[in-house]
């Protein structure tokens, strides 16, 4: 079946130091999606990409979505302690509803202030 | 968006009883699901809650274990029944809402510990 891997799984750095996470799909995806859960909370819902290539920047978060639509990239300038949390990517579950959503396993950042 | 309500928040249970989860939506939503999350882990999507009629369950999950209603378009359930200790997770209930292209917005999460 479908797979959504993303590494790292986790991920420590210091403040202000800048934060890289990957997502890879074993099928291609009409859309990818990336969530943020911080610590004892619930996964909050980040941006959506579609278009294949396609860079969304969010303040010092910069989203990027694969020529082949099967990777994804978040990529966080200069990380705060606000920052800390788990981020998932998720995509289009296969085979079924266009509204089911596969998972990735996520990569925990924690900020050293 | 759309504003999610789900109760309780916690609980710790005996083993062998069952727990009710609610999921309150303040409007009208596409589709409503159930997930689990294991501390640590990633979501597990048990289940699609429809609207007057049975829910879909996935792999893994039966009707069982894990009932789902959605009597209308805002509202579902999740229940937990003849809990065990490997049932403590985090249940979460996630709505997408019309025009959202699948985006789902999740409710506070039931956080569920069977003793």
């Known amino acids: 079946g479908q797979q959504v891997m993303q590494i790292p799984q986790y991920q420590h750095v210091q403040e202000g130091e800048d934060f890289t996470t990957y997502c890879n799909s074993s099928?291609?995806?009409?859309?990818i999606q990336w969530y943020k859960q911080r610590p004892g909370g619930h996964p909050v819902f980040l941006i959506q990409l579609v278009k294949s290539g396609e860079v969304k920047k969010q303040k010092r978060l910069t989203f990027q979505f694969g020529e082949a639509k099967k990777n994804s990239s978040l990529h966080i300038t200069a990380t705060q302690t606000t920052d800390v949390g788990t981020y998932f990517c998720a995509g289009p579950a296969s085979g079924g509803s266009n509204y089911k959503l596969t998972f990735g396993k996520g990569t925990l950042l924690t900020v050293n202030p | 968006s759309a504003v999610i309500s789900q109760k309780p928040s916690r609980d710790i249970c005996q083993r062998g009883t069952s727990l009710t989860i609610q999921c309150q939506v303040d409007s009208q939503v596409t589709m409503m699901f159930w997930y689990r999350q294991q501390p640590g882990q990633s979501l597990t999507l048990i289940a699609t809650?429809?609207?007057?009629?049975?829910?879909?369950?996935e792999s893994g999950f039966v009707i069982d274990k894990f009932p789902i209603s959605r009597p209308n378009l805002t509202f579902s359930t999740l229940t937990v029944s003849n809990m065990s200790p490997e049932d403590s997770s985090i249940y979460l209930c996630s709505v997408v809402t019309s025009g959202a292209k699948n985006i789902q917005y999740f409710g506070a999460g039931t956080r569920l510990s069977v003793l």
């Open positions: 099928t291609t995806l009409s859309n």
């Open positions: 809650a429809n609207q007057g009629s049975e829910a879909t369950y």
